[in-house]
């Protein structure tokens, strides 16, 4: 990777934030006045892969977009520094660099990705957009791996997640470029991490993150683009410090997990920053990490901000007077329900999507298997034991709470609560047990007893139902 950035004096960013040293494949050229000398600050870029940009507003950051596009730039590769919102300070833009570069380091194989078209550029319709109907930026668009979707065993999680309608059902599904307008909440409503984002998956965000945590008693904002380029220049001013900004395309574009992992980072605590409507459901992921954490004795960490409803929370400020505990580094919510309740703490609900606990009716469960088909992730699973057993058997770890697998039991025997309990971690319990019946002529398995019995309640004469297939005919019509 070769890096080029272009900060811009006139922007206000001091002439000191482009003479740190970010690394010897990096070259950072401030520039008196780049917003309005873009094509002289590029000038032998040729062998310049990515590009970040430190310092235009919304505007300025086009004339450079479209000047480095006809240097050869891959705009996929072009980043964006809103110096309006970081601030103006060279040690928090030093910081903030660095963070960009490294989650452009982590994230760096865009070329060749899948890329859409739209007038709009970063969630907002710019003026040049307005005059220029024609004018169309790029932005990278998720794609589905099909060696990993699951959609033959009907799940449609994205389908349905999408806000935008874009994704069509199928195997796989199949995202529509004109509609899909980026938020990325597919890829978090994805249970098999099936749907990707050549530009903006986690691996890079969370590498920013680790950057960003520079110190203590840091404040991590986690904002969408659309809201912060339509924050005003003194609405992040306003807010209690230190803090660190990250950008993600939607707050719905995270796993709550994944909240978890960013605030193990090492930050005091979280604000996501949101609008509200653009952000559908976006809350969420940070709900089930806040609800989490305040149920394991450690509140206050994760806290929002709409800045729709007003200035920042005064809460952010109250919240965390002596500072908080690090939290360990988990890659999941069962790792840290188990490291901070340990093994004897109990079930502790969720309000969405992160962690699930199955339960099953006994009395009704005829073992059909059609759950276990469903489950994107094998939490769920029949199993045969000793003595002609027949299980249905849950992994806790495995289970996210999608809720796909209750729709389709026929007996209404199974039950989905968003839960975690941190004393079954690492475990895969029996839900429920019975007995194959096995052909009373050939002696192979024909069903479970709850399934002949159900089936056996139904029909007026229930004779053969211990017969397979086979040799139900050779049995019950005798041969002439
Ligand atoms: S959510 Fe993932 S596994 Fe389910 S249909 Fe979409 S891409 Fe496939
Ligand atoms: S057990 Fe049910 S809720 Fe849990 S992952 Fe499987 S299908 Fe989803
Ligand atoms: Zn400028
Ligand atoms: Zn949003
Ligand atoms: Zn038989």
Redesign the pocket.
Known sequence: MSVLILLCGHCGVPESAGSASFGTDVEARWSANLCHAAEEALRGTRSVEDLLTVGPDLEGQILVLEAAIRSGVDPLRIRFLDVWRVGKDAGDLIVHIRGALARMRATGGVKDSPRRSARTFRGALPRRSLLLPTVRYWAPLPRVDASRCVADAGCDLCVRACPASAIAGGNPPRIAPELCHGCSVCLAAC?VAAVGHPALDFEGVEAEAGVLADGPRRTLLVACTATLVSLDSNELAAAPGPWRLLEVPSLGSLRSEQVLRLLAQGFDRIVAVGRGPCCPEGQAPFEVARALLANLGVPDRILFWNVQVGPVASDWAKALPSGGRPLPAVRSIHELALALAGSGGSAIDLPGRGA?L?TVEPDLCTFCEL?AE???????RIEDGDGGAVRIT?DHE?????????PVCPEGA?R?RSAVDPAAVGRRDRLAEDTWVCCRSCGRKVAPAAMIAVVAARLSSPAGLDLCPDCKPLRLVPSR
């Open positions: 249970p699930g199955v759950c469903r489950c994107p992730t094998a939490a769920l849950f495995l289970c996210d709470a999608c809720g796909l697998c209750s199974l989905v």
